[in-house]
Protein backbone atom coordinates (compact mmCIF):
# COMPACT_ATOMS: atom_id res chain seq x y z
CA UNK A 1 0.00 0.00 0.00
CA UNK A 2 1.25 3.76 -0.83
CA UNK A 3 1.35 5.91 2.42
CA UNK A 4 2.66 8.74 0.42
CA UNK A 5 1.89 9.76 -3.18
CA UNK A 6 2.79 13.13 -4.52
CA UNK A 7 1.71 14.01 -8.21
CA UNK A 8 3.54 17.04 -9.79
CA UNK A 9 3.70 18.41 -6.04
CA UNK A 10 4.48 22.28 -6.90
CA UNK A 11 5.48 25.21 -4.50
CA UNK A 12 6.16 28.92 -5.12
CA UNK A 13 7.21 31.71 -2.93
CA UNK A 14 6.37 34.45 -5.06
CA UNK A 15 8.96 34.38 -8.22
CA UNK A 16 10.58 32.06 -6.45
CA UNK A 17 10.05 28.23 -7.64
CA UNK A 18 10.61 26.00 -4.44
CA UNK A 19 9.10 22.99 -5.48
CA UNK A 20 8.71 22.59 -9.23
CA UNK A 21 6.37 19.47 -10.04
CA UNK A 22 8.07 16.73 -7.99
CA UNK A 23 6.33 12.97 -8.02
CA UNK A 24 7.38 10.32 -5.92
CA UNK A 25 5.36 7.74 -3.51
CA UNK A 26 6.60 5.42 -0.69
CA UNK A 27 5.54 2.50 0.61
CA UNK A 28 4.37 1.05 3.83
CA UNK A 29 7.12 0.24 5.76
CA UNK A 30 9.62 2.21 3.94
CA UNK A 31 12.19 4.43 5.28
CA UNK A 32 12.54 7.09 2.42
CA UNK A 33 15.61 9.96 3.11
CA UNK A 34 15.49 13.24 1.51
CA UNK A 35 18.60 14.69 0.38
CA UNK A 36 19.62 17.58 -1.69
CA UNK A 37 21.74 20.76 -1.08
CA UNK A 38 20.22 24.12 1.62
CA UNK A 39 17.83 25.53 -0.74
CA UNK A 40 17.12 22.18 -2.45
CA UNK A 41 13.27 21.97 -1.48
CA UNK A 42 13.40 19.50 1.49
CA UNK A 43 11.90 21.28 3.82
CA UNK A 44 9.42 23.10 1.35
CA UNK A 45 8.21 19.12 0.21
CA UNK A 46 7.63 18.36 4.18
CA UNK A 47 5.08 21.06 4.63
CA UNK A 48 3.24 20.29 1.80
CA UNK A 49 2.85 16.63 2.70
CA UNK A 50 1.64 18.22 5.68
CA UNK A 51 -0.63 20.79 4.40
CA UNK A 52 0.96 23.71 5.96
CA UNK A 53 1.68 25.17 3.13
CA UNK A 54 -0.72 25.79 -0.27
CA UNK A 55 0.91 23.74 -3.40
CA UNK A 56 -0.52 23.22 -6.64
CA UNK A 57 -0.17 19.29 -7.41
CA UNK A 58 -1.46 16.02 -5.82
CA UNK A 59 -0.63 14.52 -2.54
CA UNK A 60 -2.24 11.43 -1.23
CA UNK A 61 -1.83 9.81 2.40
CA UNK A 62 -2.77 6.47 3.14
CA UNK A 63 -4.76 6.25 -0.09
CA UNK A 64 -6.95 9.93 0.41
CA UNK A 65 -6.35 12.90 -1.57
CA UNK A 66 -5.21 15.08 0.88
CA UNK A 67 -6.92 18.20 0.58
CA UNK A 68 -10.19 16.73 -0.89
CA UNK A 69 -10.60 14.57 2.09
CA UNK A 70 -9.51 17.62 4.70
CA UNK A 71 -6.59 16.65 5.51
CA UNK A 72 -7.69 14.06 7.61
CA UNK A 73 -5.08 11.51 7.37
CA UNK A 74 -2.69 13.50 9.13
CA UNK A 75 -4.10 12.03 12.36
CA UNK A 76 -1.83 9.17 11.51
CA UNK A 77 1.07 11.58 10.99
CA UNK A 78 3.91 12.62 13.98
CA UNK A 79 6.43 15.09 12.38
CA UNK A 80 8.99 17.29 12.97
CA UNK A 81 9.34 20.34 10.86
CA UNK A 82 11.97 23.50 10.83
CA UNK A 83 11.46 25.78 13.41
CA UNK A 84 8.55 24.71 15.28
CA UNK A 85 7.76 25.59 18.84
CA UNK A 86 6.41 24.89 21.92
CA UNK A 87 4.78 26.70 25.24
CA UNK A 88 7.73 27.51 26.75
CA UNK A 89 6.40 28.21 30.12
CA UNK A 90 4.93 24.67 30.36
CA UNK A 91 6.62 21.46 31.31
CA UNK A 92 7.55 18.84 28.76
CA UNK A 93 4.28 16.80 30.23
CA UNK A 94 1.92 19.42 29.61
CA UNK A 95 3.35 20.48 26.33
CA UNK A 96 2.87 16.43 25.38
CA UNK A 97 -0.68 16.79 27.33
CA UNK A 98 -2.44 19.42 24.16
CA UNK A 99 -0.94 17.59 21.92
CA UNK A 100 -2.46 14.24 22.54
CA UNK A 101 -5.36 14.21 21.24
CA UNK A 102 -6.22 10.14 22.08
CA UNK A 103 -8.75 10.23 25.07
CA UNK A 104 -7.42 8.64 27.25
CA UNK A 105 -7.97 7.92 31.60
CA UNK A 106 -5.83 10.79 33.40
CA UNK A 107 -3.25 8.02 35.26
CA UNK A 108 -3.10 6.45 31.31
CA UNK A 109 -2.61 9.67 29.92
CA UNK A 110 0.16 10.83 32.43
CA UNK A 111 1.74 6.93 32.01
CA UNK A 112 1.77 7.05 28.48
CA UNK A 113 3.36 10.85 28.40
CA UNK A 114 6.65 9.11 30.17
CA UNK A 115 6.85 5.94 28.18
CA UNK A 116 7.00 8.48 25.32
CA UNK A 117 9.47 10.64 26.85
CA UNK A 118 11.45 7.71 28.12
CA UNK A 119 11.85 6.26 24.58
CA UNK A 120 13.15 9.96 22.68
CA UNK A 121 15.64 9.79 26.27
CA UNK A 122 13.78 13.03 27.88
CA UNK A 123 14.97 13.24 31.29
CA UNK A 124 13.83 16.95 32.38
CA UNK A 125 14.25 17.87 36.19
CA UNK A 126 10.51 18.18 37.44
CA UNK A 127 8.97 21.07 36.93
CA UNK A 128 11.15 22.03 34.47
CA UNK A 129 9.78 24.71 31.69
CA UNK A 130 10.44 24.19 28.36
CA UNK A 131 12.04 27.66 27.71
CA UNK A 132 14.96 26.40 30.01
CA UNK A 133 15.78 23.16 27.85
CA UNK A 134 19.03 22.33 25.96
CA UNK A 135 18.69 22.86 22.00
CA UNK A 136 18.78 18.61 22.69
CA UNK A 137 16.23 18.59 24.91
CA UNK A 138 14.07 20.56 23.03
CA UNK A 139 15.20 18.53 19.89
CA UNK A 140 13.64 15.10 22.02
CA UNK A 141 10.50 16.68 23.14
CA UNK A 142 9.98 17.58 19.24
CA UNK A 143 10.32 13.76 18.53
CA UNK A 144 8.26 12.90 21.60
CA UNK A 145 5.52 15.25 20.25
CA UNK A 146 5.83 13.67 17.07
CA UNK A 147 5.29 9.96 18.99
CA UNK A 148 2.85 10.57 21.24
CA UNK A 149 -0.59 9.88 19.15
CA UNK A 150 1.55 6.58 17.76
CA UNK A 151 1.70 7.43 14.25
CA UNK A 152 1.94 5.51 11.16
CA UNK A 153 3.72 8.06 9.44
CA UNK A 154 6.84 9.96 10.69
CA UNK A 155 7.83 13.28 8.28
CA UNK A 156 11.20 14.16 9.83
CA UNK A 157 12.76 17.72 9.42
CA UNK A 158 16.44 16.89 10.17
CA UNK A 159 15.58 15.21 13.27
CA UNK A 160 18.80 14.95 14.86
CA UNK A 161 19.85 18.54 14.17
CA UNK A 162 21.35 20.36 17.87
CA UNK A 163 21.83 16.64 18.71
CA UNK A 164 25.51 15.46 20.03
CA UNK A 165 26.54 12.66 18.40
CA UNK A 166 25.77 9.85 20.90
CA UNK A 167 22.19 11.46 21.25
CA UNK A 168 21.48 11.40 17.64
CA UNK A 169 22.67 7.76 17.42
CA UNK A 170 20.33 6.92 20.40
CA UNK A 171 17.58 8.69 18.25
CA UNK A 172 18.88 7.10 15.20
CA UNK A 173 18.51 3.25 16.92
CA UNK A 174 15.18 4.24 17.68
CA UNK A 175 14.05 5.37 14.35
CA UNK A 176 15.39 2.05 13.08
CA UNK A 177 13.46 0.66 15.63
CA UNK A 178 9.82 1.83 15.16
CA UNK A 179 10.56 1.11 11.14
CA UNK A 180 11.63 -2.20 11.29
CA UNK A 181 9.82 -3.71 14.31
CA UNK A 182 6.80 -2.13 14.48
CA UNK A 183 6.53 -0.71 10.62
CA UNK A 184 6.53 2.77 10.79
CA UNK A 185 6.62 4.67 7.72
CA UNK A 186 9.24 6.85 7.74
CA UNK A 187 10.28 10.09 5.44
CA UNK A 188 13.72 12.10 6.91
CA UNK A 189 15.28 14.85 6.00
CA UNK A 190 19.21 14.83 6.41
CA UNK A 191 22.53 16.57 5.32
CA UNK A 192 23.93 13.75 7.61
CA UNK A 193 24.14 10.81 4.46
CA UNK A 194 25.55 8.25 6.79
CA UNK A 195 22.44 8.54 8.52
CA UNK A 196 20.45 8.13 5.78
CA UNK A 197 22.22 5.06 4.75
CA UNK A 198 21.79 3.38 8.09
CA UNK A 199 17.91 4.01 8.25
CA UNK A 200 17.01 4.43 4.89
CA UNK A 201 15.96 1.94 2.17
CA UNK A 202 16.64 4.90 -0.60
CA UNK A 203 17.24 8.21 -1.18
CA UNK A 204 15.17 11.04 -2.98
CA UNK A 205 17.75 13.68 -4.47
CA UNK A 206 16.51 17.23 -4.31
CA UNK A 207 18.17 20.18 -6.16
CA UNK A 208 16.35 23.89 -6.68
CA UNK A 209 13.14 22.46 -6.55
CA UNK A 210 13.60 19.11 -8.84
CA UNK A 211 13.70 15.32 -7.79
CA UNK A 212 17.04 14.42 -9.53
CA UNK A 213 17.36 11.21 -8.92
CA UNK A 214 17.00 8.21 -6.55
CA UNK A 215 19.37 6.27 -5.16
CA UNK A 216 18.67 2.61 -3.40
CA UNK A 217 20.50 2.31 -0.07
CA UNK A 218 21.05 -0.91 1.98
CA UNK A 219 20.40 -0.04 5.80
CA UNK A 220 23.81 -1.10 7.45
CA UNK A 221 25.74 0.16 4.67
CA UNK A 222 26.02 -3.19 3.04
CA UNK A 223 25.92 -3.42 -0.83
CA UNK A 224 28.69 -1.10 -1.78
CA UNK A 225 32.05 -0.89 -0.58
CA UNK A 226 34.61 1.76 -1.55
CA UNK A 227 37.95 1.07 -2.26
CA UNK A 228 41.16 3.41 -1.85
CA UNK A 229 43.63 1.74 -3.51
CA UNK A 230 47.44 2.22 -4.86
CA UNK A 231 46.76 1.13 -8.57
CA UNK A 232 43.38 1.72 -9.38
CA UNK A 233 43.25 1.22 -12.97
CA UNK A 234 44.74 -2.22 -12.01
CA UNK A 235 42.36 -2.94 -9.50
CA UNK A 236 39.57 -2.20 -11.95
CA UNK A 237 40.76 -4.72 -13.70
CA UNK A 238 41.13 -7.48 -11.70
CA UNK A 239 37.79 -6.84 -10.27
CA UNK A 240 35.35 -6.16 -13.66
CA UNK A 241 35.25 -9.56 -14.41
CA UNK A 242 33.61 -10.69 -10.98
CA UNK A 243 32.10 -7.21 -9.36
CA UNK A 244 29.88 -4.30 -10.99
CA UNK A 245 32.07 -1.37 -9.97
CA UNK A 246 32.50 2.34 -10.60
CA UNK A 247 34.75 4.23 -10.52
CA UNK A 248 34.46 7.75 -9.06
CA UNK A 249 37.26 10.84 -8.88
CA UNK A 250 39.29 8.96 -6.13
CA UNK A 251 37.88 5.85 -5.26
CA UNK A 252 36.44 2.43 -6.48
CA UNK A 253 32.56 1.40 -5.90
CA UNK A 254 32.21 -1.99 -5.91
CA UNK A 255 29.12 -3.97 -5.83
CA UNK A 256 29.84 -6.32 -2.90
CA UNK A 257 26.78 -7.53 -0.22
CA UNK A 258 28.91 -10.39 1.47
CA UNK A 259 31.69 -9.27 4.04
CA UNK A 260 33.23 -12.97 2.86
CA UNK A 261 33.67 -11.78 -0.67
CA UNK A 262 35.60 -8.52 0.92
CA UNK A 263 37.62 -10.45 2.60
CA UNK A 264 38.46 -12.18 -1.05
CA UNK A 265 38.75 -8.61 -2.86
CA UNK A 266 41.55 -7.47 -0.62
CA UNK A 267 43.35 -10.99 -0.17
CA UNK A 268 43.68 -10.52 -4.05
CA UNK A 269 45.15 -7.04 -3.85
CA UNK A 270 47.67 -7.78 -1.36
CA UNK A 271 48.55 -10.99 -3.52
CA UNK A 272 48.88 -8.93 -6.24
CA UNK A 273 50.82 -6.31 -4.22
CA UNK A 274 48.22 -3.68 -4.62
CA UNK A 275 48.56 -1.01 -1.80
CA UNK A 276 44.99 -0.89 -0.27
CA UNK A 277 44.71 2.10 1.72
CA UNK A 278 40.71 2.34 2.50
CA UNK A 279 37.74 -0.36 1.79
CA UNK A 280 34.45 1.28 3.38
CA UNK A 281 31.26 0.53 3.73
CA UNK A 282 29.32 3.90 3.45
CA UNK A 283 29.24 4.54 -0.18
CA UNK A 284 26.17 7.02 -0.24
CA UNK A 285 28.28 10.01 0.56
CA UNK A 286 30.80 9.59 -2.43
CA UNK A 287 27.59 8.48 -5.11
CA UNK A 288 26.58 11.88 -3.70
CA UNK A 289 29.42 14.34 -3.88
CA UNK A 290 29.97 12.52 -7.55
CA UNK A 291 26.46 13.14 -8.80
CA UNK A 292 26.88 17.04 -7.39
CA UNK A 293 30.03 17.58 -8.89
CA UNK A 294 28.58 16.10 -12.20
CA UNK A 295 25.97 18.22 -11.79
CA UNK A 296 28.33 21.42 -11.02
CA UNK A 297 30.73 20.74 -13.81
CA UNK A 298 27.21 20.43 -16.56
CA UNK A 299 26.11 23.45 -15.02
CA UNK A 300 29.29 25.60 -15.87
CA UNK A 301 29.04 23.50 -19.51
CA UNK A 302 32.04 20.97 -18.66
CA UNK A 303 30.11 17.80 -18.86
CA UNK A 304 33.12 15.41 -17.96
P1 LIG B 1 15.84 22.92 2.05
O1 LIG B 1 14.97 22.41 3.14
O2 LIG B 1 16.18 21.89 1.03
O3 LIG B 1 17.06 23.63 2.55
P2 LIG B 1 13.69 24.82 1.65
O4 LIG B 1 12.50 24.00 1.32
O5 LIG B 1 13.81 25.35 3.04
O6 LIG B 1 15.00 24.03 1.23
O7 LIG B 1 13.73 26.06 0.67
C1 LIG B 1 13.56 25.94 -0.72
C2 LIG B 1 13.58 27.34 -1.31
O8 LIG B 1 12.41 28.04 -0.91
C3 LIG B 1 14.78 28.18 -0.83
O9 LIG B 1 15.23 28.97 -1.90
C4 LIG B 1 14.18 29.02 0.28
O10 LIG B 1 14.87 30.25 0.38
C5 LIG B 1 12.75 29.23 -0.22
N1 LIG B 1 11.80 29.39 0.89
C6 LIG B 1 11.53 28.49 1.84
N2 LIG B 1 10.59 28.94 2.69
C7 LIG B 1 10.25 30.19 2.25
C8 LIG B 1 9.32 31.18 2.68
N3 LIG B 1 8.54 30.98 3.74
N4 LIG B 1 9.28 32.32 1.97
C9 LIG B 1 10.04 32.52 0.87
N5 LIG B 1 10.93 31.63 0.41
C10 LIG B 1 11.03 30.47 1.08
Request: hydrophobic share 45%; charged share 25%; aromatic share 6%.
Amino acid sequence: MLVVEATKVAKRYGKLQALAGISFCVRRGECVGLVGPNGAGKSTLLRCLLGLVRYQGAISLFGQEAKAAGHRSLALVGAIVEGSSFFPYLTAEQNLGIYLWKRLPQAVLREHIRDTMRMVGLNPRPGQKVCTYSAGMKQRLALARALVNGPELLLLDEPTNSLDPVAADEIRRLLLHLNSSQGVTIVISSHALFELERLCHRAIVLDQGQLVTEIALQRSGKGLVRLRVGDMARVEEMLSGDYALRRLDDCLLVECGEDHKVGMMIELMVREGIPVYEVARNAFEDIYLDLFRQRNRAARGHPE
